[in-house]
């Protein structure tokens, strides 16, 4: 079976680890640009957005490094306490690894190549503290030392030098130093540039062209300028040449007249410094600004101060901007081949976000956004395949599936998502929260419509719905399901059903809506009647549970756990049917049924993605793209698309295979999900100016239920859509007119001043009538 299991393709990837320090990097062709993607490196056209990916580290990716001539892309990784950390040397252009070595404890904080392509410098973390140089001709390691003094603090980051292709520069807390490689014996030569008094934690260095001098950038927000004093020629001896501190540079403040201005220090530190061709700096601070810096010819004396202040205000922004989130990376991107001949900046954030940066306006454009921790749940619009939902650490995102754009993101600080869905009507976004709160916002603005607090004193942990609405079933970590009854003007609790004596994993609503099963990390799994609100069967096995889901038709449902094993179970006797072994190693996390019951998809520790096929219990294609292990996986409604996220906080997009598709599933999706990519100029937008489409009809409509409007687009979401349940109001709209006020009908509205309902612009603004 192992040989006729096929590569299962990838429509979009959507994903970029923002925490690596340096970690988003231009190839010198402006053709490429390469950043990290959990334990994966991936190599992206700039145009296309076509990803490589280099494979082949255990952990997550720290940090990255491209060869001056574009030859080598250098990458390395953290690892658990006690364990060796990998540094790999990767071809650029076969994408294959060429060279590596397991020489750092821990952690590899830092990478560069030397200018001519010879040697590799890696730099440990805290808890290694050495510098290691790979020579890249000779595939082996050829010298190590320490990377700090011991009266001194650890080194943090490294830059090679410009034209000496022997020396680099390493800094780090109260430490600045300048080595050399000696070519015959492979020593490494150091010296310390004299801070004297100044105590700075260096966070970045950047060196001139011409290596004459360089800055570093400080926690404390300013710049050292020291000077290497190297002679031009690359073979001159530097035995006479001796590093000096030139000065403690800051940002100029408000000019005040006959005054020195005071110096202003970046909020967070500085995390990024370049030098540009005219000599003007670039720099980005940990508060998300960035500045284009010129120095200031000051004329005149300034009157001395009775206090000498630790650092001279030098530089003036002549350019300014602010972004969300510290500024990780920036990358200058200069190419005629660009469009209209423009020069762009490439910001990366912390909160995984790269932007495009025009140098002539300034303006920022958001080019990849995804979440920056693992993500916990996929939903999809019932009967819509064009927009899924995400959730994980601290907000939900709504995305187009065929841009693979952010079209909506709503944002609860501190706090985790771990479930989440779609109403059946499509006019509410349930999730379910570690705070023990279940919320419910509008799929277009992200408002809030009700909370429903303390549902579960642990945290809630799963989540679903009936398909009217009506009733909602959560799960805790204390081990509870509980059953609401939903209304627009209050949420009650019908019954608390307590059997389980673990973490409650994952909840699915049976396919006719009278029953519900409920899985565990226990070892159980129950299925409930929601009738009678009662136990109806429950089926043990020697595994945590980890994801449950019922067959289409309700007679089957299928669970997954950390046996590595799905389990097919009848659902009437709870007996079961068949086992299969689907991962070599590690949990299952994720599993769904497509909508005809035909196929299932599963994800697991094991970082793949595998499509089976229900009946055969056999596995045809799988996936190979993601850096994490893999959360959830979830089928489109039209079933001509799967998507699953990992614990990488990336969401990949992945093609049913033609031999799966057939003419009544939608072929409009499948028509656009194979459209040609867009240009560089579309993909520059902000993600929100796009609308997409919703797709994809239902396929299995409930007889006699009303028709809905599928489009989420075209969706009202003001107070009376919201509260459209009314009967009230349905009588007063088919008649078409409003009963009187007096006419002692009593409405099944609640009073206007309940916190549960949510208000329309209009009704906000005063006008109630």
Request: glycine share 10%; charged share 20%; net charge positive.
């Amino acid at each position: 079976m192992a040989s006729e299991v096929k590569n299962l393709e990838a429509y979009g990837i959507i994903g970029f680890d923002g925490s690596a320090i340096r970690g988003l990097k231009i190839h010198p062709d402006c053709e490429h640009i390469v950043y990290p993607m959990g334990n994966k490196v991936c190599i992206q056209e700039w145009k296309t957005k076509k990803m490589y990916f280099l494979s082949g580290h255990s952990n997550s990716v720290s940090t990255v490094a491209i060869s001056p001539k574009g030859t080598y892309v250098g990458s390395g990784q953290i690892n658990h306490i006690g364990f060796k950390a990998s540094a790999k040397v990767w071809d650029f252009n076969k994408r294959v690894q060429v060279g590596s070595h397991e020489l750092h404890k821990v952690r590899v904080e830092a990478l560069t190549f030397s200018s001519d392509e010879r040697y590799m410098i890696s730099l440990g973390g805290r808890d290694d503290g050495c510098v290691v140089l790979w020579d890249c001709l000779a595939g082996a390691a050829t010298g190590t030392a320490a990377a700090a003094k011991l009266t001194t603090g650890d080194a943090i980051t490294l830059t090679a030098l410009n034209l000496r292709a022997n020396s680099y520069v390493t800094g780090g807390d109260s430490n600045l130093r300048v080595w050399n490689i000696r070519a015959e014996s492979k020593n490494l030569d150091v010296v310390d540039v004299s801070l004297g008094k100044l105590r700075r934690t260096v966070r970045c260095i950047a060196i001139s062209r011409d290596d004459a001098f360089g800055y570093a950038g400080t926690t404390t927000g300013d710049m050292i300028k020291f000077s290497i004093n190297y002679p031009p020629d690359p073979f001159a001896s530097i035995a006479h040449c001796k590093p000096a501190l030139l000065g403690c540079l800051a940002k100029c403040g408000p000019w005040k007249r006959g005054r020195k201005p005071d110096s202003i220090c970046y909020s967070q530190g500085i995390e990024s410094i370049l030098i540009m061709d005219d000599g003007c700096l670039i720099v980005g601070a940990g508060d998300g600004t960035i500045d284009i810096l010129d120095e200031i010819n000051w004329k005149g004396s300034f009157p001395k101060g009775k206090i000498l202040n630790p650092n001279i205000p030098h530089f003036k922004a002549l350019k300014t901007t602010k972004l969300e989130g510290s500024i990780t990376s920036l990358e200058l991107m200069e190419s005629p081949k660009l469009q209209g001949a423009k020069r762009l900046l490439l910001a990366g954030t912390r909160t995984s976000e790269i932007y495009a940066i025009d140098i002539g306006t300034f303006a920022p454009a958001l080019v990849v956004t995804c979440h920056r921790c693992a993500i916990n749940d996929i939903a999809f619009p019932r009967g819509m395949s064009g927009v899924f939902a995400t959730g994980g650490a601290g907000d939900v995102r709504v995305w187009a599936r065929d841009t693979c754009q952010e079209l909506l993101r709503i944002v609860v600080p501190n706090f985790t998502c771990s479930a989440l869905l779609f109403s059946g009507d499509g006019k509410s976004i349930v999730s379910a929260w570690n705070d023990g709160n279940i919320r419910a916002f509008t799929p277009l603005t992200g408002r809030l419509m009700y909370c429903i607090y303390n549902t579960h004193n642990k945290g809630t942990s799963a989540l679903d719905m009936t398909n009217d609405g009506r009733t909602l079933i959560s799960g805790g970590c204390e081990g509870q399901v509980r059953v609401w009854d939903i209304r627009p003007e209050s949420q009650t609790l019908k019954k608390v059903l307590k059997e389980h004596k673990s973490p409650v994993s994952a909840i699915q609503v049976s396919p006719n809506n009278t029953e519900a099963v409920s899985a565990g990390t226990d070892g159980s799994c129950i299925i409930w009647d929601l009738v009678s609100l009662s136990r109806r069967q429950v089926m043990y096995a020697n595994t945590l549970f980890m994801c449950v889901c019922f067959e289409p038709r309700g007679c089957q449902l299928l669970t997954g756990g950390t046996d590595r094993r799905v389990a097919y179970w009848e659902t009437a006797s709870g007996n079961l049917a068949r086992e299969l072994e689907a991962s070599k190693a590690g949990a299952i996390n994720g599993l769904d049924i497509s909508s005809d019951g035909e196929l299932f998809v599963t994800g697991g520790n094991d970082q793949m993605v595998k499509l089976w096929r229900y009946q055969e219990g056999v596995y045809t294609h799988a996936g190979l793209a993601h850096a994490g292990a893999v959360t959830c996986c979830r089928f489109s409604p039209a079933g001509d698309c799967v998507v699953s996220c990992c614990s990488a906080g990336c969401v990949i997009v992945w093609k049913v295979p033609d031999q799966y598709i057939t003419k009544d599933r939608a072929p409009a999706d499948r028509k656009s999900i194979t459209e040609s990519p867009k240009t560089l100029q579309d993909e520059l937008k902000l993600p929100l100016s796009e609308k997409t489409k919703g797709s994809g009809d239902r396929q299995f409509k409930l007889p006699g239920a009303p028709s809905k409007v599928e489009k989420i687009e075209a969706m009202d979401t003001s107070r009376s859509s919201i509260h459209s349940c009314c009967p009230c109001e349905a009588t007063a709209r088919s008649s078409n007119k409003t009963p009187p006020k007096n006419s002692g009908v009593k409405c099944c509205k609640p009073p206007d001043d309940l916190p549960t309902r949510t208000t329309s612009k209009q009704y906000v603004n005063g006008d109630k009538k």
